[in-house]
């Protein structure tokens, strides 16, 4: 190329491409937007796979350094004996998946493994229990871990199921930072995975956090047989809540023996990556994270994931109940990427 020439922009290159039913042009545009439509959200899924990452990309860089990826740690504080029926978790008293019921974890083993994953490099923790939702006693031990966390200066998160107003606001005078919780798929597919709460009873949790002034963290899973609709269906339904989700969660579905989707087949690596540029250029200020399901995936999906925009992980070798990479792995991985840890976000940085 001659030196003196401008870069080609991602404008240039996708009028030069053939993309039936998308104008990238016009929808790729990285202006944080909630006003999309299901025919936009399907036309970006039809888009050519190159234009497509080409795009998110440069969407991607608009809003974050291509180089960063934030660092979450997941533990399970509550595991196991669920009343719901959530047809891909293990933790649901209904399968039998060889997990536990556990009592809640006591304070101390909290503090233990938050400060290791501290240690580690992680900035955000993120505190899940397998309920329905909490009661108050249950809540009362959720906002002394939760200080405690915030105390050591990292960024806190929760899912702890279904919450009223109330509760939320608990957790946010306790100084959470985001509270996790998934509309997981299409509002259509939702029903065949699960009936003990309906996708408005999650939407209605998500609208108490929102009003609590909690970050939302909300997103889904990917392969439990929905199809191409049900994906752009889910995205655009978190894409066009009154705000975006701070945090979006792709996760890939962990097929775990005893579930009913333990049978579900490998997903295609193409449609993972896919689903996270699109969400990339629907919410083009949001952290995208590449949550459950990197155990099963290559370097390279996980490369190109972080091309199509992915910036955040699930790091350590324990999602809630199953595996996750190794974290010398993935050293060793970010390593070759370039990759660095975001800076931690936390207002209250006072490590003790
Ligand atoms: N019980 C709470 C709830 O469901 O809201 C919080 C914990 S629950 C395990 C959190 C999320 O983990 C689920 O909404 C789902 O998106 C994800 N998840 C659970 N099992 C999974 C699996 N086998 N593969 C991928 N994601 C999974
Ligand atoms: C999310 O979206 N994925 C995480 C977190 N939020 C709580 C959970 C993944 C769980 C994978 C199955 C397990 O380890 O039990
Ligand atoms: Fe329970 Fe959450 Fe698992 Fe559903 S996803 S069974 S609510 S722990």
């Not at 009028?15 to 909630?34: W, Y």
């Not at 996760?251 to 690596?269: H, I, M, R, S, Y």
Request: charged residues 25%; glycine residues 8%.
């Amino acid at each position: 190329m001659d030196g003196n020439q401008p870069a080609a922009t991602a404008t240039d290159t996708m009028d030069a491409a053939s993309t039936p039913g998308a104008n990238l042009t016009d929808l790729a545009t990285g202006k944080p937007r909630t006003d999309w439509t299901l025919e936009e959200v399907r036309a970006l899924y039809a888009a050519p796979f190159m234009d497509l990452l080409y795009a998110a990309q440069t969407i991607h860089r608009q809003h974050f350094n291509p180089n960063q990826v934030q660092i979450s740690t997941l533990l399970s504080v509550k595991t196991g004996g669920c009343p719901e029926d959530c047809g891909y978790c293990p933790q649901s008293i209904r399968y039998e998946a060889g997990v536990d019921n556990e009592p809640l974890m006591e304070l101390d083993e909290v503090l233990e493994n938050a400060r290791a994953a501290r240690e580690k490099g992680a900035t955000r923790f993120c505190m899940g229990a397998a309920w329905r939702s909490p009661k108050p006693k249950q809540m009362t031990k959720i906002v002394e871990m939760v200080k405690a966390v915030s105390d050591l200066g990292m960024e806190t998160c929760a899912t702890l199921g279904m919450l009223g107003p109330g509760q939320a606001e608990e957790l946010k005078d306790a100084g959470l930072d985001y509270y996790n919780h998934n509309l997981d798929t299409s509002e259509n597919y939702y029903k065949q995975i699960i009936t003990t709460r309906t996708y408005k009873n999650r939407l209605d949790t998500l609208e108490s956090v929102r009003e609590a002034g909690l970050k939302v963290c909300c997103g889904g899973i990917v392969g439990m047989g929905e199809n191409e609709i049900d994906r752009a269906e889910l995205l655009h339904t978190l894409a066009t809540l009154p705000a975006h989700p701070g945090s979006v969660p792709i996760n890939q579905l962990v097929q775990v023996e005893g579930t009913p989707l333990a049978e579900n087949g490998p997903f295609d690596p193409l449609e993972f990556v896919r689903t996270v540029a699109v969400a990339r250029i629907l919410m083009p200020a949001s952290h995208v994270r590449l949550s459950a399901g990197r155990e099963e995936m290559s370097d390279e999906t996980q490369a190109l994931s972080f091309l199509a925009g992915a910036n955040s992980i699930f790091y350590g070798e324990k999602l809630l109940t199953t595996d996750n990479p190794d974290t010398e792995e993935d050293r060793h991985l970010m390593a070759r990427l370039g990759i660095e840890p975001e800076p931690c976000q936390a207002s209250t940085a006072k490590p003790n």
